[in-house]
């Protein structure tokens, strides 16, 4: 059974930094292209970062652009993303998910999500 789950949440002041981790399990992960998504309160699920299979390509948010980097080492079957400078606005709930088709942005394209971690930034 397919099993993504996400750790290294928690509760920083603005201006720290995070390195989430999301570890697959059950699903060939090399054959999947990974995304970053968040939650905040009252709000929708939203894009923050992806990374095609072997890591050649990214994409970011652009609130996240310069701030934020995906990476993931396949050996590992591992999903990273290193928020530096982080914002009160990245308050949110962090997702892990695998790309089944179509549009990367997209909450509905992917196809195994994780439970999510908590990211809480402060002023």
């Known amino acids: 059974q397919a099993q993504l789950v996400e750790s290294g949440g928690g509760s920083v002041q603005a201006g720290d930094s995070l390195r989430l981790s999301c570890a697959a399990s059950?699903?060939?992960?090399?054959?999947?292209?990974m995304a970053w998504f968040r939650q905040a309160p009252g709000k929708e699920r939203e894009f923050v970062a992806y990374i095609t299979t072997r890591g050649i390509s990214t994409a970011y948010a652009d609130s996240v652009k310069g701030r934020f980097t995906i990476s993931r080492d396949n050996a590992k079957n591992t999903l990273y993303l290193q928020m530096n400078s982080l914002k009160p606005e990245d308050t949110a709930v962090y997702y892990c998910a695998s790309l089944n088709s179509g549009n990367l942005y997209y909450t509905g394209s992917y196809n195994y999500w994780g439970q999510g971690t908590q990211v809480t930034v402060s002023s």
């Open positions: 059950g699903l060939p992960f090399l054959r999947y292209a």
